[in-house]
C-alpha cells in the first residue's frame, strides 16, 4: 500500500536533536532546537512552575475536557498578558481569543481561519529568512506563500528598506507574518521608530498583519517591552491576528500552551468570530489539552507567582545576553577569529544567526559533535560556562 510513499528529508530543526541523541561524544554540544538550558546545560523548570504544580496537585483539579477554545480563565490573563490591561479592544470585549496547542497551533488555528474567512487576499508573506515550519503551517493552512526581504547579509542586520520596498508591493489586502519580538532564526529585530514605519506601510497598503509572539519576555527580560510591536498596532487602529506560547517563557515546551487570538470591531463581531473559531478547532483536535494552561493559569493569576517567574524570564534572558558576551569575547579577542563577530552581541533572543555556511555547519557536527540546524544559527540558550570555550574553539577551527 505504502510503496510510493517516498521517505522524507528530517526535520531541518527537530532532526538535529535526533541526530545529537545518536552521538555518544560526551564533548556533544546541542545547539539546534531552540530550548533554554541551565548553566549546567540541564532542562529547566521554572520556579514559579513547580510553585503552581504544588498549587495545583493540593486542589487536585478533575480531568474534564476544557472547552473548544480552552480555559477561559486563562485566556483572559493571557490576553492581557499580550496586549497590555490597558488595551482598548481588551476593555471592550473585542478580542477573539482560543487557547492553542503551543505557539504552532495557534498559528495553524489562524492560517485556516483566515483561509476561510479572511474576505481580502489569500496570500501570506513571510519575512525571508523565516522560522522553517512558518512555510509548511500556512501552505497547509490553505494559503499562497510569499517572502519578504528581511535580513541583509552584508550589515548582518535589517534590511529596512527592502523590507518597506517588499510591502509596498504587496497586493492590497495581503496578510504579513511578523515576529513580535527575538526573529526567529536571525536575532535581529526592527527598532520601536521602524515599527512605527511598519506599521504606517501596512496600513497604507491596507495589509493585515499576524504577529507571531513565541518570545514575550525572553528577548529583552521584560514581558512589556517585548510587546511593543503588537501593543502599537493595535494602538494605532490595526486589526491584528496574535500567535503567543508559553513554551519558552515559562519553560512549558512539551506541555503545549499557547493562544491564538484577533482584534475585532466590537463584542458583537467577537462572539461571531468566537463561534466560527470553535468551528474550525473542533474537527481539527476538539479541545485544548488541560494540565499546561492550568499551570500558566496558576501563575499568571496569582501575583507572587507572577513576580516570581518575571524575575525568572528575566534571569533566563540574563543568562544568554551573557553567554553572547562571553562568545564574543572568545572569538574576538582570545581566538582571533578571522571575520566580524559584532552580531553575536547586538542580535536579540534565544539565537544567533552566526553566518556560518552549512559545510562549517556539517563539520561542527561530524568533528566537533557540536550540533547546529543548517543555516548557521545557534540556540544561544545551550551554551554554558563549562561547554563555551569548547565550542569557541570549534567554531575557530571550522572557519579556519
Ligand atoms: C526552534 O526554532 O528551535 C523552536 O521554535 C522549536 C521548534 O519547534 O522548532
Same mark, same amino acid.
Request: hydrophobic letters at 40%; proline letters at 6%.
Given at each position: ?19 545529537? +541523541? ?9 545547539? *539546534? ?22 498549587? &495545583? ?5 478533575? +480531568? ?16 492581557? &498578558?499580550? =496586549? ?32 476561510? #474567512? ?13 522560522? *522553517? ?14 517572502? =519578504?526581504? =528581511? ?62 509572539? %513565541?518570545?514575550?519576555?525572553? %528577548? ?15 494602538? #494605532?487602529?490595526?486589526?491584528? %491576528? ?15 500552551? *499557547? ?7 466590537? @463584542? ?9 473559531? +470553535? ?25 507572587? &507567582? ?20 562571553? &562568545? ?20 536579540? *533572543? ?12 556539517? @563539520? ?25 570555550? =569548547? ?10
Amino acid at each position: 500500500t505504502w510503496s510510493a510513499v517516498p521517505a522524507g528529508p528530517p526535520d531541518p530543526i527537530l532532526g538535529i536533536t535526533e541526530a545529537f +541523541k545518536a552521538d555518544k561524544d560526551p564533548r556533544k554540544i546541542n545547539l *539546534g532546537v531552540g530550548a533554554y538550558r541551565d548553566e549546567n546545560g540541564k532542562p529547566y523548570v521554572l520556579n514559579a512552575v513547580k510553585k503552581a504544580e504544588s498549587l &495545583l496537585t493540593a486542589t487536585s483539579p478533575d +480531568k474534564e475536557y476544557l472547552p473548544i477554545t480552552g480555559l477561559p480563565e486563562f485566556t483572559k490573563h493571557a490576553a492581557k &498578558l499580550a =496586549y497590555g490591561a490597558d488595551s482598548v479592544p481588551l476593555k471592550e470585549g473585542a478580542i477573539a481569543v482560543t487557547q492553542s496547542i503551543s505557539g504552532t497551533g495557534a498559528l495553524r488555528i489562524g492560517g485556516a481561519f483566515l483561509a476561510r #474567512h479572511y474576505p481580502h487576499s489569500k496570500i501570506i508573506y513571510l519575512p525571508v529568512p523565516t522560522w *522553517g515550519n512558518h512555510i509548511p503551517i500556512f501552505k497547509d493552512s490553505g494559503l499562497e506563500v510569499r517572502g =519578504y526581504r =528581511y535580513f541583509d547579509k552584508k550589515s548582518v542586520g535589517l534590511d529596512f528598506e527592502g523590507l518597506k520596498e517588499d510591502l509596498n508591493n504587496a497586493p492590497e489586502g495581503a496578510i504579513v507574518l511578523l515576529h513580535a519580538c527575538a526573529h526567529n532564526p536571525t536575532g535581529v529585530d526592527p527598532t520601536h521608530a521602524q515599527w512605527a514605519e511598519i506599521s504606517d506601510v501596512i496600513a497604507s497598503k491596507k495589509l493585515f498583519p499576524f504577529f507571531d509572539m %513565541a518570545y514575550q519576555g525572553f %528577548a529583552s527580560g521584560s514581558t512589556t517591552h517585548d510587546a511593543f510591536a503588537v501593543r502599537h498596532f493595535v494602538k #494605532h487602529g490595526h486589526q491584528i %491576528a496574535l500567535a503567543q506560547s508559553f513554551a519558552k517563557n515559562m519553560g512549558l515546551y512539551g506541555e503545549r500552551v *499557547g493562544l491564538f487570538s484577533l482584534t475585532t470591531k466590537d @463584542a458583537e463581531e467577537k462572539k461571531r468570530v468566537d463561534s466560527q473559531l +470553535k468551528i474550525v478547532i473542533r474537527p481539527m483536535y476538539s479541545n485544548p489539552p488541560l494540565h499546561g494552561a492550568l499551570l500558566a493559569n496558576a501563575i499568571l493569576g496569582n501575583e507572587e &507567582l507572577y513576580q516570581e517567574w518575571e524575575g525568572e524570564v528575566k534571569g533566563m534572558a540574563e543568562r544568554i545576553i551573557s553567554m553572547r558576551e562571553r &562568545l564574543y569575547g572568545l572569538l574576538t579577542n582570545e581566538l582571533k577569529t578571522p571575520g566580524e563577530w559584532g552580531h553575536i552581541k547586538s542580535q536579540i *533572543g534565544m539565537f544567533s544567526f552566526t553566518g556560518m555556511k552549512p559545510e562549517q555547519c556539517k @563539520a561542527l557536527a561530524e568533528k566537533a559533535h557540536v550540533y547546529l540546524t543548517m543555516d548557521g544559527r545557534i540556540s544561544m540558550a545551550g551554551l554554558n560556562g563549562s561547554n563555551v570555550e =569548547y565550542f569557541a574553539a570549534s567554531v575557530d577551527a571550522a572557519v579556519k
